[in-house]
């Protein structure tokens, strides 16, 4: 887990105003994940990629932009056409796929982003 | 898609007792089921996964149980301790898909 960062931990936005919520990782994983994580909800898929220079949609993604440019970065910007954004942001990765071709599962989460719109 | 339902949403022991979660999913070719523990404010962690070739995995006091033909998985701790209170999410899995978590169990060890 060590190796996810996500900064900054607090961001505070104003409402009309669009905001990136960075995410590294130093794991060498392809794939990475945005989820969204409200109180007494579970996460909620926003984005994910597999690869570099390829993104896909979840279950949320209105309102929300990704870029994948390099592995070990993927940042997601809030727009506002994002209605409600306050939320806990977590990003996480997997490697993908294995040496063998299989794909391997356990996801790794970053420590967060509390995003709150003021 | 899979759909993931957690119960119950509240769960409080005394210490020493045991504790079960469980969850149902509803895509019979799910084949992945993690555990993750998450403390407040927190990042959600991994304490246990199974795969759908195997009906029971232990890891110390954590240990958890899956049936296929009932599509349902579920996590026991034993000899609870205070440290263990958190939120527990489960989550289900199918080859390359996405993971889909169920909402959550609010786990309270009362010493």
């Known amino acids: 887990d060590g190796g996810i960062t996500q900064s900054p931990k607090y961001l505070f936005r104003k409402e009309g105003q669009n905001v990136t919520l960075s995410c590294e990782q130093n794991l060498n994983h392809d794939a990475m994940y945005w989820y969204r994580q409200d109180p007494g909800q579970g996460l909620r898929l926003i984005y994910y990629?597999?690869?570099?220079?390829?993104?896909q949609k979840g279950d949320i993604a209105e309102g929300y932009s990704v870029s994948r440019e390099k592995k070990e970065s993927f940042p997601l910007t809030v727009t506002s056409a994002q209605k409600n954004p306050t939320a806990f942001y977590l990003c996480?990765?997997?490697?993908?796929?294995?040496?063998?071709?299989?794909?391997?599962?356990?996801?790794?989460f970053g420590p967060g982003t509390r995003l709150t719109v003021l | 898609g899979e759909n993931v339902e957690q119960h119950p949403s509240t769960l409080s022991v005394q210490e020493g007792d045991s504790a079960v979660i469980k969850c149902t999913y509803s895509?019979?070719?799910?084949?992945?089921f993690p555990w993750y523990k998450q403390e407040l404010g927190k990042r959600p962690q991994l304490i246990i996964d199974?795969?759908?070739?195997?009906g029971e995995k232990k890891d110390q006091r954590i240990a958890v149980t899956l049936n296929k033909t009932a599509k349902h998985f579920s996590l026991h701790i034993t000899e609870t301790q205070p440290e263990d209170s958190a939120v527990y999410f489960c989550a289900a899995k199918r080859g390359a898909n996405n993971l889909f978590f169920g909402t959550g169990t609010r786990l309270t060890v009362i010493p």
């Open positions: 199974i795969r759908s070739n195997v």
């Open positions: 996480a990765s997997s490697m993908g796929r294995s040496g063998r071709g299989r794909w391997t599962d356990t996801q790794y």
């Open positions: 990629s597999q690869i570099v220079n390829d993104f």
């Open positions: 895509d019979s070719a799910s084949n992945y």
